[in-house]
């Protein structure tokens, strides 16, 4: 029997909203409102806020907690102080990606993880298989994910009134969070990392204050061009800038460096983490493949997941395969990443991407595909 599809305790205001609802990772998300395109300019030029509440929240905490954390994820969370947040991995011991996650320090010996919506489950089982066997002190795993909802939100306006939300959060530095409250209510975390290519928020609070936290932030907004956003912008947006999606750019089977992510990972930090010695050897080795960012240079149907990429001329072969495209609406062509094999991830590259049975000519380029204007 399939499983009921979740709903977020921002559901009926999508309704109200007349959002177009669709399955999302088991739940059922806002995919658009006003349509992708308009809500994608409104991030880059002015502000757009999404409900992000199906992605899940843990929080570790005891005197272990920072030691048992370095040893579950590529990143070196030692670097950290109080308020600060970094991008993540974690890994099996063969490198495969279970999940990226972005994890904030909130105190010397609390910590809170954000997680993949589809991968809360899968997530929790491996935090809970590593503190099994852990003996490095005293560690406390919760998980919140049913008890927390979140906001995202993003565009160059949204410095300009988030300090009517919670005030004093306009000087927050990139990826920095503080801990606060909303008209009275319980605890609400804020950070500001964003997911779009834009400056931007997160706001994490708990399921009963969401909805005023949603209706007072649209009303603050109101008069800096901010629009409610779904799903669609939000994976154009990020696919202009690059960002993976798990499932997408990153699986079991796809390692950080293998997505081109090795800036995140620390593979010479003093402790030992899990996967270490994988990374090492593809390091060693040589990748044999890479996730690469490319661009249709002819007339074309947008690029989409899973179409093929072939190598051009006499002998083409399929050299992999496209793990995120869309039609940019910024640049106006057809932009995606693929996972190609080694010999064909340079930079200039000509290669074909199969759509609808016909090959069409594309270019391995630079990543971010979308730079913001001087």
């Known amino acids: 029997m399939t499983a009921a599809l979740k709903r977020t305790p921002l559901y009926e205001s999508h309704q109200k909203l007349n ?12 995919v658009q409102y006003s349509g992708i395109n308009e809500e994608h300019q409104a991030v880059r030029e002015a502000a757009g806020l999404f409900d992000i509440s199906h992605m899940g929240e ?21 670097k950290l102080l109080p308020g600060q947040g970094q991008y993540a991995h974690l890994l099996t011991e ?3 990606t279970v999940d990226d996650l972005y994890l904030y320090k909130i105190s010397g010996d609390r910590w809170l993880l954000i ?23 005293e560690v406390r795993l919760t998980n919140q994910s049913d008890f927390m909802s979140g906001l995202a939100l993003q565009g160059p306006n949204a410095v300009r009134f988030v ?42 609070c708990s399921n009963e204050d969401v909805v005023a936290l949603w209706e007072a932030t649209l009303k603050a907004g109101a008069g800096q061009g901010l629009i409610p956003c779904g799903l669609g912008a939000r994976d154009t947006l990020r696919t202009e800038v690059c960002y993976p999606l798990y499932g997408h750019e990153l699986s079991l089977d796809i390692s950080p460096l293998e997505a081109g992510l090795g800036f995140f990972v620390s593979v010479d930090k003093e402790c030992d983490f899990i996967g270490r010695e994988a990374l090492r050897k593809q390091k060693a080795e040589g990748l044999k493949k890479r996730v690469v960012a490319f661009r249709m240079t002819g007339k074309a149907a947008p690029p989409r997941e899973h179409y093929p990429v072939w190598s051009t001329g006499e002998g083409a072969a399929q050299i ?18 693929a996972l190609l094999d080694i010999d064909f991830a340079k930079k200039g590259t000509a290669i074909e991407v199969e759509i609808r049975g016909r090959r069409f000519p594309a270019e391995v380029v630079s990543k971010p595909l979308y730079r913001k204007p001087a």
């Open 19 to 30: 959002a177009r609802i669709v399955e999302f990772g088991g739940w059922e998300m806002p």
């Open 58 to 78: 843990f929080f570790l905490e005891g005197e272990g907690a920072e030691a048992f954390l370095n040893h579950a994820v590529s990143n070196d969370v030692s």
């Open 94 to 96: 063969s490198a495969g």
């Open 115 to 137: 997680v993949n919506a589809s991968r809360i489950s899968e997530d929790w089982e491996h935090f809970q298989g590593l503190h099994a066997s852990w003996k490095g002190g």
């Open 163 to 204: 300090d009517e939300i919670f005030e004093g959060a306009s000087g927050l530095k990139k990826n920095d969070l503080y801990t606060c409250s909303f008209q009275g209510g319980g605890e609400v975390w804020v950070s500001r990392t964003g997911y779009t290519g834009e400056d931007g928020f997160e706001f994490f």
């Open 320 to 337: 992999g395969h496209v793990t995120s495209g869309t039609r940019s609406p910024s640049l106006k062509e057809g932009v995606g990443m």
